[in-house]
């Protein structure tokens, strides 16, 4: 059983379009994080969010993304205006119950045209 | 700041035998943890192994070990037997021990492919 889902697993949009990807973790946690992972290249932090507020972001995450928690379960990560260089993977991520580890989800592969 | 470095960007390995996947890290904190992540080509993040820095004993998860070396601040991932499954993308990762919601650090992966 995946601990997370998120939804699109595909998006395609075009340059200046607002995205919203969405991460459903299965059980429920206080401690969720966004990373994403441009083609080819590592997997980078964008934000951590705990209890309900961002905990830390990084340079990456700017005024043009959002995160929310809209109803207590799903988690979303808002891009405002799509650039091209947006497109990339983007994971939503949980802690394990002992908080060592974080489990992924499969990824939404965004694609900005 | 953390920074991870994996200085292997391709691996090559036949099919029964072991091969190493080396990662070296920089921090000033004494407590932190290591992990090994595969990336196969439906680019799904799967734990492979954790390592807690406090423990000197090398993790091990069936065919897979690390070798970790604190001082050195080496974090190394053996895999033995190797399978054709085992062809992916493997990150090494860090995340501190502190704060109540540590990210984690990624080094930029090493591409393992496995032959017959």
């Known amino acids: 059983e995946p601990e997370v889902t998120q939804t699109p697993s595909h998006q395609v949009t075009q340059m200046g379009q607002e995205v919203i990807l969405r991460c459903v973790p299965i059980?429920?946690?206080?401690?969720f994080y966004w990373y994403r992972q441009i083609l080819g290249q590592k997997v980078e932090f964008l934000v951590s969010?705990?209890?309900?507020?961002?905990?830390?972001k990084s340079e990456i995450f700017d005024d043009q993304f959002s995160v929310e928690r809209p109803d207590g379960s799903n988690f979303t990560l808002k891009i405002r205006s799509t650039k091209l260089e947006d497109s990339a993977m983007y994971f939503c991520?949980?802690?394990?119950?002992?908080?060592?580890?974080?489990?992924f989800g499969p990824g939404t592969r965004l694609t900005v045209t | 700041a953390q920074t991870v470095t994996q200085s292997q960007p391709e691996m090559s390995v036949q099919e029964a035998e072991t091969v190493t996947l080396s990662c070296t890290y920089d921090?000033?904190?004494?407590?932190?943890?290591l992990f090994w992540y595969k990336q196969p080509p439906s680019r799904q993040m799967i734990l492979v192994i954790r390592?807690?820095?406090?423990?000197?004993q090398n993790a091990t998860e069936n065919r897979f070990s690390v070798n970790f070396q604190k001082a050195a601040k080496s974090f190394s991932l053996k895999i033995s037997d190797s399978q054709l499954g085992d062809a992916a993308m493997y990150f090494c990762?860090?995340?501190?021990?502190?704060?109540?919601?540590?990210?984690?650090?990624f080094g930029t992966g090493t591409r393992l492919q496995v032959t017959l």
């Open positions: 059980s429920n946690h206080l401690y």
């Open positions: 990762a860090y995340r501190s021990a502190a704060g109540t919601a540590s990210k984690l650090t």
């Open positions: 991520a949980k802690d394990s119950p002992g908080r060592r580890e974080q489990y």
């Open positions: 390592q807690e820095a406090y423990k000197q």
């Open positions: 969010f705990y209890n309900n507020e961002i905990s830390e």
């Open positions: 921090t000033s904190e004494s407590d932190y943890y």
